[in-house]
């Protein structure tokens, strides 16, 4: 397919700067690179959409795994890693993220992070789905995201060393004469001598946007999750991979047939204090259905509900928290019990209703191992980048891990050496741009065709679908327009590769190919963007077969 907005239209830049090092995203990812980069003296400029402390991470309910315990072990953490990722984790990836899981969480503490504590001071620790062990720390009861931003935001902010533009969205990377890339341009919206489109030159270029929830009606992410950095990459020629790989969480909060943007989420670590899942008769709805019942993996659960909806017409399931009892509801969930509360539901005495939901993107920027996309002077990490961590299924809490744990590793790769700078060429083609009143109709063929349940009908109604929105209008686009085209950009890729993945895995599921194929498809599909269609690649997958950790 064609894909509308491949470029996007934005004035030339009317100011620039120069920094080492510019960080787009301001969640764990951005914020921790932030921190370690400055330690050895680099200028950094951060770029965020909204204020700084209204990252995605502050949105973090259950908390971030890593192997704390004593009986626990990294080796543990990392099996049950490639358990949930379905064949298609990329092991050394995962061996670099559970070993250094540890030291990365420690870092946290050190950097003035309060997290739960038992009654001896030693960190409190609960189990999510697909873990073996108790190995969740989390802070505030279900506030860790809100936390560790707290932590973060507080540190960069009293860094004068670290720029930082709030309320700027980033529109396009700016390359050299060789492709590589030296910068970014971007939007401020009241910043004063610097109002305006501006460009920040530098040398690296970090993605870390998080995710792309506004690409489905309804989703966890917020409203300014619209997969900047993903459509950005792309644009400038980069790999993006595994993207039919979109986790639905199997738990958020059912406001009826017609409720649209970000959704409350019932963290999974409700289920790890003793809450069940019910179909509509009342049953257990896990039972007999995987080993680890209502823990199993997110992709186990959410195809559970699902089945048990379209077999009962039932428009969600239920999740009873109500032998938790009170106590524990105050001290671990006061977020969570607060906002049924205001939503109508008492949860220590009623039943919750539950559907899943868009949560979170296990695809993206294709990186290595030190964080470089395939363009030179690009990097990514946290949700916006694809690893290898997280293969077809990422594993509970292991997100805020992967942010920070790889943030590291790209600190440590800028710091023995920044790529060259060059001067940025303006760019070659024409660019295009897409009105806003087109998102409406991408994100309902995106749900209707590339949500839950997909088959290549449907995957084919949703691309066609993409071919017919609006795309030039006249007049200055706003930063809404500048976003729905990313939007599109990413649903398009989104789309193309789950309708070539032939199979069911993890959390892709293929009504017409519903049994995983493991002899053609245990590998990764990197697609790039080239003259506004994409071109796809079959990439062997370095991970043990799926049936040695079943």
């Known amino acids: 397919m064609t894909v509308p907005g491949d470029r996007l239209t934005a004035p030339q830049p009317g100011w620039s700067e120069s920094a080492d090092v510019v960080i787009v995203g301001s969640g764990i990812a951005g914020l921790s690179l932030a921190l370690s980069l400055r330690s050895s003296g680099l200028r950094v400029q951060v770029v965020t959409k909204g204020r700084v402390e209204e990252g995605a991470t502050q949105w973090a309910q259950g908390g971030i795994a890593a192997a ?62 697909g873990h073996l062990r108790d190995r969740i720390a989390h802070a505030g009861g279900d506030a860790t995201g809100r936390e560790i931003s707290r932590a973060l935001v507080s540190a960069v902010q009293n860094d004068e060393g670290i720029g930082l533009y709030e309320q700027a969205l980033a529109l396009d990377l700016l390359t050299d004469s060789t492709g590589a890339v030296q910068g970014v341009t971007l ?46 990459a792309a644009r400038v020629g980069a790999a993006i991979a595994d993207m039919e790989f979109v986790q639905f969480h199997p738990t958020v909060m059912w406001q009826g047939p017609t409720a649209r943007g970000q959704q409350p989420l019932i963290s999974e670590a409700v289920r790890g204090e003793g809450a069940v899942l019910l179909d509509p008769a009342g049953q257990s709805l896990m039972a ?44 671990r969930f006061p977020t969570i019990l607060q906002r049924c509360q205001e939503l109508g539901i008492d949860p220590r005495e009623q039943l919750i209703p539950v559907v899943p939901a868009q949560h979170y993107a296990s695809g993206g920027v294709r990186t290595d191992l030190d964080g470089r996309a395939s363009i030179p002077g690009l990097f ?24 920070l744990v790889f943030a590291e590793r790209i600190a440590l790769s800028l710091n023995r050496e920044l790529p060259r700078r060059r001067e940025p060429v303006e760019p070659s083609t024409q660019q295009s741009v897409v009105s806003n009143a087109a998102r409406p109709l991408l994100q309902r063929a995106m749900s209707d065709g590339a949500g839950v349940l997909r088959t290549a009908a449907s995957l084919e ?47 892709h599921w293929r009504e017409d190919y519903p049994e995983v194929d493991d002899e053609q498809w245990r590998i990764h599909l990197r697609s790039r963007l080239v003259s506004g269609e994409w071109q796809t690649q079959h990439e062997p997958c370095e991970s043990p077969r799926w049936e040695t950790w079943v």
Do not use: Y
Request: charged share 20%; with cysteine.
């Open 68 to 129: 704390l315990d004593d009986e626990d072990s990294p080796e543990e953490h990392l099996q049950d890693t490639l358990v949930a990722g379905a064949g298609l984790c990329d092991i050394e990836a995962v061996r670099i993220l559970v070993e250094r899981g540890p030291a990365a969480v420690r870092s946290l503490v050190a950097l003035g992070t309060r997290f739960d504590r038992e009654v001896g001071g030693e960190l409190s620790l609960t189990r999510e789905g």
């Open 187 to 232: 939007h401020l919206m009241g910043q004063g001598q610097h109002d305006g489109v501006g460009a920040v030159l530098a040398p690296a270029v970090v993605l870390a946007t998080g995710g792309l929830g506004q690409v489905f009606e309804a989703s966890t992410n917020p409203l300014v999750a619209t997969g900047d950095g993903v459509a950005m």
């Open 288 to 331: 007999g259905r995987h080993p680890l019942g209502d823990l199993a993996p997110r992709d186990v659960v959410a195809k559970a509900i699902m089945k048990s909806m379209r077999l009962t017409g039932a428009p969600h399931a239920w999740l009873d928290g109500r032998k938790m009892g009170s106590a524990t509801w105050k001290r």
């Open 380 to 403: 990514a990490c946290g949700e916006v980048a694809c690893t290898g961590v997280h293969g077809a299924n990422r594993l509970a809490s292991n997100s805020l891990l992967e942010g």
């Open 461 to 507: 109604s949703a691309l066609a679908a993409l071919q017919t929105l609006p795309a030039d209008f006249p007049g200055q686009p706003s930063s809404s327009d500048w976003e729905t085209a990313n939007l599109i950009v990413v649903a398009s890729v989104l789309a193309h590769q789950a309708l070539m993945r032939t199979e069911t895995r993890g959390s």
